[in-house]
């Protein structure tokens, strides 16, 4: 069973009360375990975390390539300023897709340009917690077809 890192970024441990109106009011736990349920559904494994400290984030994405086949990555407000983990994201040799529950382009212009999108592997925006169910199907597809 393929195994996919899940990692959410700053503040997101906040999601069902930060914003709901921007972010919705589902909390991070059901997210993940619906995620859980879905991709083990399709024969797929997802370890999910989450920090507030870019270090921890970059620690899990390195150790991710000895055991994951990919990594499904919500930077939060990291992906606007961490060149840090961009490139951490450039040295990996593990696919990653960035995915955003908001559409970045439709937000404040300070929020429009990710760092770290630049050096994942594609970039899901705007479509809610469906962008991390795309981000999965696309990452076993690769797997399915050989790429890496």
Do not use: K
Not at 62 to 67: E, R
Not at 69 to 90: E, I, K, M, Q, W
Not at 100 to 122: D, I, K
């Amino acid at each position: 069973m393929p195994r996919f890192l899940v990692l959410q970024g700053p503040n997101l441990n906040l999601l069902g009360r930060r914003e709901p109106a921007v972010y919705g009011s589902r909390d991070l736990a059901t997210l993940e375990r619906e995620l859980g349920e879905w991709a083990a559904a399709r024969g797929l494994e997802v370890a999910c975390r989450q920090s507030n400290h870019e270090g921890e984030l970059i620690a899990a994405l390195q150790s991710a390539a000895s055991d994951c086949a990919g990594v499904v990555f919500n930077p939060g407000g990291f992906s606007h300023s961490s060149v840090a983990l961009r490139d951490c994201l450039a040295a990996l040799a593990l696919p990653v897709v960035e995915v955003h529950l908001t559409n970045l382009h439709a937000r404040e212009p300070w929020r429009q340009h990710s760092l770290t999108g630049g050096a994942a592997r594609g970039v899901i925006s705007g479509l809610g917690e469906a962008g991390y169910r795309l981000a999965l199907l696309y990452l076993a597809g690769g797997l399915a077809n050989g790429a890496r």
